[in-house]
T-cell receptor
């Protein structure tokens, strides 16, 4: 019953620190996504992976890197965190029907 | 750049009232999805509409896709407190399922 699992749920960083957000799905989906959600701005796509071994930039990729480790896992890395990266981050996956399944989010604060 | 504008941004109504949320764009979408998001959780898909003029019903929720596939609406009949949440529309320009999200409508249904 897991679906999409994200860790951690909360994180506080200092400016310049690095961290990796982990995401795993158990639905055998080909496509995986990372979004950020800011107040009044909906969800914005950071990176996506259409299949294992491929990644593409979304709307707001600057300051982020991703790794599609295998079919199940898609991680998001912040190399040098900035206050502008304070946000709620969501991982999602989808199969051939295009329906997105979201994780429960990571609330990140960069001080 | 494709944009989806949702209105209203906030809506506070009494239980039993009807309401309509709008999602508009100047761009054509191949499909449009509606999601509901509760605090601390990721969005959950409610419906996908793909044909211009299409109407779909989900219990007390009625979704309509505009004839030109540039806009959509969500109508809730006899709203209940359990309908409270953030409603997001999301459009796909092509079959890649890279979704563009609207900024959302936050609905509060008071008992």
């Amino acid at each position: 019953n897991a679906g999409v699992t994200q860790t951690p749920k909360f994180q506080v960083l200092k400016t310049g620190q690095s961290m990796t957000l982990q995401c795993a799905q158990d639905m055998n989906h080909n496509s995986m996504y990372w979004y950020r959600q800011d107040p009044g701005m909906g969800l914005r796509l950071i990176y996506y992976s259409a299949s294992e071994g491929t990644t593409d930039k979304g709307e707001v990729p600057n300051g982020y890197n991703v790794s599609r480790l295998n079919k199940r896992e898609f991680s998001l890395r912040l190399e040098s965190a900035a206050p502008s990266q304070t946000s709620v981050y969501f991982c999602a996956s989808s199969g051939t029907a295009g329906k997105l399944f979201f994780g429960s989010g990571t609330q990140l604060s960069v001080l | 750049t494709q944009l989806l504008e949702q209105s209203p941004q906030f809506l506070s109504i009494q239980e039993g009232e009807n309401l309509t949320v709008y999602c508009n764009s100047s761009s054509v979408f191949s499909s449009l999805q509606w999601y509901r998001q509760e605090p601390g959780e990721g969005p959950v898909l409610l419906v996908t509409v793909v044909t211009g003029g299409e109407v779909k019903k989900l219990k007390r929720l009625t979704f309509q896709f505009g004839d030109a596939r540039k806009d959509s609406s969500l109508h809730i009949t006899a709203a209940q407190p359990g309908d409270t949440g953030l409603y997001l529309c999301a459009g796909a320009a092509d079959s890649s399922y890279k979704l563009i999200f609207g900024s959302g409508t936050r609905l509060l249904v008071r008992p």
